[in-house]
């Protein structure tokens, strides 16, 4: 028995990556972290059954397998042709950031300076051809003013100020969701800035506004992130995640 | 047909300071490392390294030996993901770093292997990779418009190496050679890419028992695309080599660890990079019975 008065804020987290997906239909689901992945395998076990999901290196499930569990495959995806896959726009990856700015710049290289950086990560990785070519999210376990940042210093995935609109190369361009252990928020402010589409139980407008060093529009307004459904629950707990990893991301 | 088998230092010998080389495998998955660490023994320095960068470009940078990178990332895959010597080498601006999106590096080394000086390409447009490239990177109008506006694109120049260096599970005398694991990575192109090219491989076998033991499509190079040819058993160690091995991820931890201070990094030079491979390969033995 799956009880809702224990949701932790992790499952509510889950429930929000999940939703990442919805109506995204016959495409590739590329999560980059535990959580978004099981959001991504929660999605194609409840509304989202024809996404594609592979097992992160090189092989396409057939079935959903738990976090780490292995699962019968239906197809082959090495990394060249995932290349193919992101030029094709057929593909929604949720990506982890080291920074984000308001118009959504995303920062997973390095910090500091270009050719001398204070700080080395990983480089720009797929984070430009990611966000020119397909649908992307983002997914920040710990939502702080360090990531929310006024300016990210390398522009690694591409926000919405950098678009020209005259053109057309960036018409497919579109940054979706990003999701928090805060909130759930996407760029449909003024001018592509970030808005706030829901809190999480338990999480106020000031705390979000405390841990951003940007205003984020409509965070008056925003209203919870909803529950989880008892099988949503129980899928979460019993089949995705039964090892609890979603609690080491997001402390309850 | 011509008997391509060399040693590592015969490779070695063959590459000169300066020149621009290219990495196969990706990350912390089948480098050519025993290849690296024979570079290490030489005296080549000043180099530019085109790679899907992990402990390669890492060592390479121990050294002081790279000029200047073309990446798409450099990452050692497992904890703690950030190779430190690639992080020394960008902190103290050692190298001239031409860091890319990954799709725009398999672009470039397509280029190269059809011997055009561009192709177009989306990724890189908006973010800060032109900023990188400094003034080295250019775009491109199409001629054909959509609804009256053309696109303009990433013009990603052709990535021409002096020199492929890769690691392949099987091979033949004659450079026919193939991967047994999920994913071939982007060795092909890197060999059709380069002037000169050198493939590791675990196992020479005859051409017969080549082709018999992989399927077709595991035939990933052709005599054409290869020039020199090396049998090194373990050659992709600390890097994974499937289906032969896994990563071996005790050691890559020692690696990391060794670089953090200047006396723990002088004694992992000392006990695995001073020696021959087959000292490496001994000592590496050892480690793994120590640890």
Redo the contacts between chains.
């Keep these: 028995m799956t009880s809702i008065e224990t949701v932790t804020r992790a499952e509510i987290c889950a429930v929000a990556c999940a939703e990442i997906f919805s109506g995204a239909g016959e495409i590739m689901a590329s999560p980059m972290s535990p959580m978004s992945i099981i959001g991504a395998r929660l999605a194609k076990l409840t509304t989202e059954p024809d996404l594609l999901l592979s097992d992160g290196?090189?092989?396409l499930f057939a079935e959903t397998p738990p976090l780490g569990g292995k699962a019968p495959i239906e197809g082959?995806i090495?990394?060249?042709r995932v290349?193919d896959v992101?030029?094709s726009g057929r593909r929604h990856v949720v990506m982890g950031a080291n920074q984000i700015d308001r118009f959504g710049n995303q920062n997973l290289?390095?910090f500091?300076s270009?050719?001398?950086?204070?700080?080395?990560?990983?480089?720009?990785?797929?984070?430009?051809?990611n966000?020119?070519?397909h649908a992307t999210s983002y997914w920040v376990a710990r939502h702080t003013k360090r990531v929310f940042t006024d300016r990210v210093d390398?522009?690694?995935?591409?926000?919405y100020d950098?678009?020209?609109a005259?053109?057309?190369?960036?018409r497919?361009?579109h940054l979706h969701r990003v999701v928090t252990n805060l909130g759930v928020f996407d760029f449909g402010g003024p001018g592509h800035t970030m808005r706030a589409r829901s809190l999480h139980p338990g999480v106020t407008a000031d705390e979000v506004a405390a841990n951003t060093s940007f205003e984020i529009a409509g965070l008056a307004e925003a209203g919870r992130t909803r529950q989880p459904t008892a099988e949503e629950l129980r899928l979460i707990r019993e089949v995705l995640d039964p090892k609890k990893i979603r609690e080491t991301e997001v402390p309850s | 047909m011509r008997d391509k088998r060399m040693s590592l230092d015969e490779v070695v010998g063959e590459l000169r300071s300066g020149m621009t080389i290219g990495l196969g495998g990706?990350g912390s998955r089948r480098k050519p490392m025993a290849l690296v660490r024979a570079i290490l023994r030489s005296d080549i320095t000043d180099l530019t390294v085109v790679s899907y960068?992990g402990p390669d470009l890492g060592l390479l940078c121990s050294a002081g030996k790279v000029r200047k990178a073309y990446?798409?990332?450099?990452?050692l895959d497992s904890a703690p993901?950030?190779d430190p010597w690639?992080?020394e080498a960008?902190?103290?601006?050692a190298l001239?770093?031409r860091?890319?999106?990954?799709?725009?590096l398999?672009c470039g080394l397509e280029a190269a292997a059809a011997r055009l000086p561009f192709l177009p390409?989306?990724?890189?447009?908006?973010?800060?990779?032109p900023?990188?490239w400094e003034g080295e990177l250019k775009t491109v109008e199409s001629p054909y418009p959509?609804?009256g506006?053309?696109?303009?694109?990433i013009a990603m120049p052709a990535l021409n190496l002096d020199a492929a260096l890769v690691h392949l599970n099987l091979g033949d005398q004659h450079g026919n050679a193939a991967y047994t694991g999920?994913?071939?990575?982007?060795d092909d192109l890197f060999c059709l890419a380069a002037q000169r090219r050198y493939v590791a491989v675990e196992r020479v076998v005859e051409t017969e028992e080549l082709v018999k033991t992989v399927p077709l499509q595991a035939l990933l190079l052709n005599r054409m695309m290869v020039d020199g040819v090396v049998e090194a058993p373990g050659g992709a160690h600390f890097t994974l080599a499937a289906d032969d091995y896994g990563r071996d991820e005790k050691f890559q931890k020692h690696y990391v660890e060794s670089a953090k201070t200047p006396e723990t990094w002088q004694l992992f030079i000392d006990t695995y990079l001073t020696g021959s491979e087959e000292q490496y390969q001994a000592a590496v033995r050892r480690f793994a019975e120590e640890a």
């Design positions: 290196e090189a092989l082959w090495p990394f060249r290349f992101v030029a290289s390095a500091g270009l050719q001398q950086p204070t700080r080395q990560m990983f480089g720009v990785r797929g984070a430009p051809g966000t020119i070519n390398i522009v690694s995935g591409v926000g950098k678009v020209d005259t053109n057309p190369a960036y497919f361009h | 990706w960068g990446y798409g990332f450099v990452s993901f950030y690639f992080a960008r902190t103290s601006g001239a770093a860091e890319m999106d990954e799709g725009m398999k390409i989306r990724a890189g447009l908006g973010s800060d990779v900023n990188f959509v609804d506006t053309p696109e303009t694109l999920v994913d071939p990575y982007f």
